[in-house]
C-alpha cells in the first residue's frame, strides 16, 4: 500500500528536517510529550507549542511575511490564492514543513484531494509525527473512498498523539466500516 511505502521512506527524509536544528529540536521534545499526554486537555498546551513551533519555523523574514500573507488568505477564504503564497513559500523552502502542511490543507479544502495527499507526503518525509498531517492524510483518504488507507493514517496518528479526538472518532467507525472486532 502507498501509505506504508511512504511511511517506511519517511525515516531516510527525516535526516532532512534537520535543517531547522532548533525548531526540530524543540518539536521533538514536545511530540515526545504528545505521545504520554493522558488526555486531550493535558495534550492541548503542547499541541499549541507545536503549531506556534512549527510555524514559525522560518529562517528569514520573507518566508515568514509568506507564512503570515498565507495564513492570512487562508483565514479570508482566498484559498487560490493561498494556495498560490504557500507554494512560492515552498520553492523558497523546500524543507520549512509547516508550508507544505498548510497548502495540504488548502488544496484539501479545494477538493484537491490527489494534490492534498502529495503535500502531506511531503510533510511526513520531513516529519513523520507531524499529527495534523496524519489526521489530515485519514480525511482524504477517506474522501477518496480508500478505507483501508483511513484506517492506517488513523493508527499512524494514534502512535503520535493516542488521546486525539480524531483517533477516538475515526478509529472505531472505520473499524466497523472494515466489520473489524475485537475478540
Known sequence: MKIKRVLMGIFVGLGVALTHTHAFANSQ?????????????AAKPIVD????????AHRSENEQTLMENGMEAMG???????ENIFGDLIKE???FV?????????????????ESRDDVFEVLIREPRHFGALSGLGLIYLRLG???NAMEAYKSLQSVFPASPEVEHYIPMLRKKLGLTDL
Do not use: C, H, Y
Not at 507549542?49 to 514559525?56: I, K, R, S, V
Open 29 to 41: 521534545k514536545l511530540l515526545d510529550d504528545l505521545e504520554k499526554s493522558p488526555s486531550v486537555q
Open 49 to 56: 507549542a507545536l503549531w506556534t513551533e512549527w510555524t514559525n
Open 76 to 82: 479570508q477564504g482566498r484559498l487560490q490564492d493561498a
Open 93 to 95: 523552502s523546500p524543507e
Open 98 to 114: 509547516e508550508a507544505w502542511n498548510k497548502r495540504a490543507t488548502v488544496r484539501f479544502m479545494l477538493w484537491k484531494f490527489e
Open 146 to 148: 480508500e478505507i483501508d
